[in-house]
């Protein structure tokens, strides 16, 4: 069945880091491709999209393109500040089921 | 413009009790989805209403049931609360059940079953 496969956590960064956060996916037809951001004590917000093959989403200073051939959307930002620190889903829909699959999320620390 | 709105915010439940969680969106959203939150586990589908008048099975069904009450709202019923069942929980909705549209979230209620 679909999938999703988030690198785990957590990751502690200083700012003005770079970050990536991996994500890999195994889905049949072709799924669209999000990446949610829940800050502490809130619910999730969508953060960044693609719905097709070599799209590439971006929103705040992140990045993701979607891989077709890897089957991959990484999360990527050049310089994280203090307010990036977060827990960051990687989600796919596809099919006729039309749900959301989530990864298991990824905790990002983010020092001054 | 209010978005998703949830309540409680908080429970605590004895096992045994029943409860229900609300849930209501302004966006003129088709569908609405029930998911519950728990630590290594990520997010899991309880129930989703595709459009107004249906609502189906997510992952994790057992021990809840639904209600889609008008396109609005959307509610959770614990009829027999159980310690497995502690967890937050999380309502969302998007314009409709189409793979590619965003879902929104509402803040979450943080149930305690004892």
């Known amino acids: 069945g679909d999938s999703v496969t988030q690198m785990e956590g957590p990751v502690t960064l200083s700012e003005e880091a770079f970050l990536t956060i991996n994500c890999t ?10 990446w949610y951001v829940q800050y502490p004590g809130e619910g999730l917000q969508l953060l960044l999209k693609a719905t097709k093959a070599d799209d590439k989403g971006s929103n705040k200073g992140f990045e993701a393109t979607y891989r077709k051939e890897t ?3 990484h ?3 050049g310089s994280v500040q203090v307010s990036d620190s977060a827990v960051y889903f990687c989600a796919l829909s596809a099919g006729n089921n039309r749900k959301l699959i989530w990864g298991l999320g990824t905790s990002l620390a983010v020092n001054p | 413009n209010a978005g998703v709105t949830q ?14 969680l609300q849930c209501a969106q302004d966006m003129n959203h088709n569908s609405m ?3 519950r939150q728990d630590p290594g586990m990520g997010l899991r589908l309880i129930y989703y209403s595709a459009s107004e008048g249906t609502t189906d099975k997510g992952e994790v069904p057992n021990g809840y049931n639904v209600s889609r009450l008008n396109k609005r709202e959307f509610s959770l019923r614990l009829e027999s609360a159980a310690p497995s069942q502690t967890s937050v929980y ?11 549209n965003e879902q929104f979230f509402g803040p979450g209620t943080r149930l305690t079953v004892l």
């Open chain 1, 25 to 34: 996916y195994t889905a049949t037809g072709y799924p669209s491709l999000f």
């Open chain 2, 90 to 100: 999380f309502c969302a909705s998007s314009v409709d059940s189409r793979s590619y």
């Open chain 2, 7 to 20: 309540t409680p915010k908080f429970q605590v439940l004895k096992t045994g009790q029943s409860m229900t």
């Open chain 1, 75 to 77: 999360l990527e930002k």
């Open chain 1, 71 to 73: 089957t991959s959307f």
């Open chain 2, 33 to 35: 989805y029930w998911y």
